[in-house]
């Protein structure tokens, strides 16, 4: 152990003496010294890692308790992982049970290698925890100088699978007096040619000015992934019951666009009110007035439209939007306002819920950005349904405050520990 020590010491002083004397002879930069500097630190980790290993090796051989039950079948057999200081290559012996005739790699079982994994669970763990970020090549160069392929960054996502919405510790009951439930949905390509909506539903309860026009959700949580409006709704009011004390909570709104999907969380989220996302009322509002001061005889209707429809004057506002159809010339612009005044009415619940009592503001569009839009919908790129399901679960995840590295080790611990009571059920 001292050799690798002095062997460290010596190869820091090395890289030191040089990059100074590169740097007097003006032969090097700060950024050719950060790339050497990176080289022997990973140079380093391998050397460290080998001597480990070779001195577990030693402590095996020399056991009492492997002496009259293993014995050594080959010496030397080479394995080759790849970890974040680059490729790793080393020798174990490979032992026979003589007591019972089988043939085992102790070392391998002793530090946790699997049989036939070629990346070690550490970096495993950090690919996973990149790739909810960036591509499956970007993530796997930021996490190790070895060379891998998409391929195997997507073998570890699918082996990681997908990670339940409601896996995180909730932690004990809130009380509050208002939940806020927001939901919206990605287009998403996939590998068919065709788009998926993935479904994102986020809880909070509350709401802190960070600076002018910029707000954060308190105690929010992300529900997402390949699954039933009506499973996604009963995880959600799985949630709801065991964060909250629902004996304290006087209103629980569902905000969303007016899909029927989300207006049916309010047969599932017991007591549950509906309000229509102002941002898409904004939108048909537009579609019915914004040509309307460009006719040749112009009318601008918005600003009492509006008035209308936030006073809950239903019957006034109807008309108005008659007078803008009677008023437009086209036939194609006419049937979209149609359409705008159909959304008005199948949503005019929503829409009084909007500017009841509590003034609601909607932020769905913005969440649905941050969290699927930026990995799953934004770059030209096709999914399978399995992978965007996972991928829209990690990123949910990370967005809750769970570590997907973390997760990955859980996971991977919790498996051995199966396979172990599974090997002695069998005995």
């Given at each position: 152990m001292?050799n690798?020590?002095?062997?460290?010491?010596?190869?820091?002083?090395?890289e030191?003496?040089?990059?100074?004397?590169?740097?007097?002879?003006?032969?090097?930069k700060?950024d050719?010294?950060?790339?050497s500097?990176?080289e022997?630190v990973?140079?380093i980790g391998?050397d460290?890692i080998?001597?480990i290993?070779?001195?577990?090796?030693?402590?095996?051989?020399?056991?009492?308790?492997?002496?009259?039950?293993?014995?050594?079948?080959?010496?030397?057999?080479?394995?080759?992982?790849v970890t974040?200081?680059?490729?790793?290559?080393?020798?174990?012996?490979?032992?026979?049970?003589?007591?019972?005739?089988?043939y085992?790699?102790?070392?391998?079982?002793l530090?946790?290698i699997?049989?036939?994994?070629?990346v070690?669970?550490?970096l495993?763990g950090?690919?996973l925890?990149?790739?909810?970020?960036?591509s499956y090549?970007?993530a796997?160069?930021?996490?190790?100088?070895?060379?891998?392929?998409?391929?195997?960054?997507?073998?570890?996502?699918?082996?990681?699978?997908?990670?339940?919405?409601?896996?995180?510790?909730?932690?004990?009951?809130?009380e509050v007096?208002?939940?806020?439930?927001?939901?919206d949905?990605?287009?998403v390509?996939l590998?068919?040619?065709?788009?998926?909506e993935?479904?994102l539903?986020?809880?909070?309860?509350?709401?802190?000015?960070?600076?002018?026009?910029r707000?954060k959700?308190?105690?929010?949580?992300?529900?997402?992934?390949?699954?039933?409006p009506?499973d996604?709704?009963?995880?959600?009011?799985?949630?709801i019951?065991?964060?909250?004390?629902?004996?304290?909570?006087?209103?629980?709104?569902i905000?969303?666009?007016g899909?029927?999907?989300i207006?049916?969380?309010?047969?599932?989220?017991k007591?549950?009110?509906y309000v229509?996302?102002?941002y898409?009322?904004?939108k048909?509002?537009?579609k019915?007035?914004?040509?309307?001061p460009?006719l040749?005889?112009?009318?601008?209707?918005?600003?009492?439209?509006?008035?209308?429809?936030?006073?809950?004057?239903?019957?006034?506002?109807?008309?108005?939007?008659?007078y803008?159809?009677?008023?437009?010339?086209?036939?194609?612009?006419?049937?979209?306002?149609?359409d705008a005044?159909?959304?008005?009415?199948?949503?005019w619940?929503?829409?009084?819920?909007?500017?009841?009592e509590?003034k609601?503001?909607?932020?769905?569009?913005?969440?649905?950005?941050?969290?699927?839009?930026?990995?799953?919908?934004?770059?030209p790129m096709?999914?399978?349904?399995?992978?965007?399901?996972?991928?829209?679960?990690m990123?949910?995840?990370?967005?809750?405050?769970g570590?997907?590295?973390?997760y990955?080790?859980?996971?991977?611990?919790?498996k051995?520990?199966?396979?172990?009571?599974?090997k002695?059920?069998?005995?």
């Amino acid at each position: 152990m001292n050799n690798i020590i002095q062997l460290i010491a010596e190869k820091v002083k090395k890289e030191i003496e040089e990059s100074v004397i590169k740097v007097l002879e003006d032969d090097a930069k700060l950024d050719n010294i950060i790339e050497s500097v990176g080289e022997m630190v990973n140079n380093i980790g391998l050397d460290t890692i080998g001597a480990i290993i070779d001195e577990l090796n030693y402590n095996v051989k020399k056991a009492p308790e492997r002496s009259g039950i293993y014995h050594i079948h080959k010496s030397n057999v080479p394995r080759t992982l790849v970890t974040r200081f680059g490729e790793l290559e080393f020798n174990r012996p490979y032992y026979k049970n003589i007591r019972d005739n089988h043939y085992v790699y102790i070392l391998d079982e002793l530090l946790g290698i699997e049989k036939y994994e070629r990346v070690e669970g550490n970096l495993k763990g950090d690919i996973l925890d990149k790739a909810a970020d960036v591509s499956y090549q970007k993530a796997a160069e930021l996490s190790t100088p070895a060379y891998l392929t998409r391929q195997t960054v997507k073998n570890i996502i699918r082996e990681n699978g997908k990670i339940d919405n409601l896996d995180l510790e909730i932690g004990e009951k809130k009380e509050v007096d208002t939940i806020y439930i927001e939901a919206d949905e990605d287009h998403v390509s996939l590998q068919t040619g065709k788009n998926k909506e993935m479904k994102l539903i986020y809880v909070y309860d509350d709401k802190i000015e960070v600076n002018k026009g910029r707000t954060k959700l308190e105690n929010v949580r992300y529900f997402t992934g390949e699954m039933t409006p009506e499973d996604i709704w009963t995880e959600v009011a799985t949630y709801i019951d065991e964060a909250y004390d629902l004996d304290k909570v006087r209103n629980i709104y569902i905000a969303g666009d007016g899909a029927n999907w989300i207006k049916g969380g309010t047969q599932i989220i017991k007591d549950s009110k509906y309000v229509l996302d102002h941002y898409h009322l904004s939108k048909y509002i537009k579609k019915i007035t914004a040509h309307l001061p460009g006719l040749e005889e112009p009318a601008d209707i918005e600003k009492p439209l509006w008035q209308f429809i936030r006073r809950g004057k239903k019957k006034f506002a109807l008309e108005l939007i008659d007078y803008a159809i009677e008023k437009t010339p086209s036939e194609s612009k006419r049937n979209s306002i149609k359409d705008a005044k159909k959304y008005i009415l199948n949503n005019w619940e929503g829409i009084n819920n909007l500017f009841g009592e509590e003034k609601y503001r909607c932020s769905a569009e913005g969440h649905i950005s941050h969290i699927l839009s930026d990995r799953l919908s934004s770059r030209p790129m096709g999914w399978s349904l399995e992978g965007v399901d996972e991928m829209a679960r990690m990123r949910a995840y990370k967005a809750n405050g769970g570590s997907i590295k973390e997760y990955y080790r859980n996971q991977r611990i919790e498996k051995k520990n199966e396979e172990r009571i599974l090997k002695l059920d069998k005995k």
